[in-house]
């Protein structure tokens, strides 16, 4: 069984401009959750997306979206760069919503210069 | 806000020895899991346990969630247990469910 794909794996931008990251979960989960990790803040969530709606949004402005399609594949989007963006971004897939065991994908590593 | 807390910070072992790592947090939560992160950033999962005992090989885990922590024990560490550990809660006491992570527990482990 696949598991958990994230693409690019690697990126650089510049301040201003915007970012699509891609994950694709695991076959047959329909919950997708994204979190950034960053040296000063650790791990945080950023949103969660279950049946393409965003079921849950953590503490980030909303240069940070999402969404979700019909085949559970997630895309999070983040629009006028800044430095503190430089993050890995790690996506988790779960079979459901609400408790279940979360799997994470490789992450993709962002640097914005 | 639920806080958790890892201990140690950091931790440096000789190869074979055991060690046990440490997750408290502050309030009921939903489930539990633990996490390797390799050097290229990926979370391995290593136990999701809500509550009692796992074992898996060299590792074995305990949450006791009345009490609010859990255990992760590694017994004869290897050179390829190295990296970092971390504990996620599961909690929607915010009304909607996430993970919130421990800053995690840095292990080196020394040939």
């Known amino acids: 069984k696949a598991g958990v794909t994230q693409t690019p794996r690697y990126l650089i931008k510049t301040r201003g401009q915007q970012v699509t990251l891609s994950c694709s979960p695991i076959?047959?989960?329909?919950?997708v959750s994204w979190y950034q990790q960053t040296p000063g803040q650790g791990l945080q969530f950023l949103f969660e997306y279950f049946s393409e709606t965003q079921r849950n949004k953590g503490n980030f402005p909303g240069r940070f979206s999402g969404r979700q399609f019909s085949n559970s594949r997630s895309e999070m989007n983040v629009s006028t760069l800044e430095l503190g963006d430089s993050a890995l971004y790690l996506c988790?897939?779960?079979?459901?919503?609400?408790?279940?065991?979360?799997?994470f994908g490789q992450g993709t590593r962002l640097t914005v210069v | 806000g639920i806080q958790v807390e890892q201990s140690p910070p950091d931790l440096i072992l000789q190869e074979g020895a055991n060690s046990t790592l440490q997750c408290n947090f502050s309030?009921?939560?939903?489930?539990l899991q633990w996490f390797h992160q390799n050097p290229w950033g990926q979370l391995i999962n290593l136990f999701y346990?809500?509550?009692g005992t796992k074992q898996n090989g060299r590792l074995s885990a305990t949450t006791v969630a009345t009490e609010r922590y859990s255990l992760l024990y590694i017994s004869s560490s290897q050179t390829t247990d190295s990296g970092v550990y971390f504990c996620?809660?599961?909690?929607?006491?915010?009304?909607?469910?996430?993970?919130?992570f421990g800053t995690g527990t840095r292990l080196k482990v020394l040939a």
């Open positions: 988790a897939s779960s079979p459901w919503t609400g408790g279940t065991e979360a799997f």
């Open positions: 346990i809500p509550s």
């Open positions: 309030d009921s939560v939903n489930n």
């Open positions: 996620a809660v599961g909690t929607d006491l915010s009304g909607t469910y996430k993970y919130i």
């Open positions: 076959s047959g989960h329909r919950s």
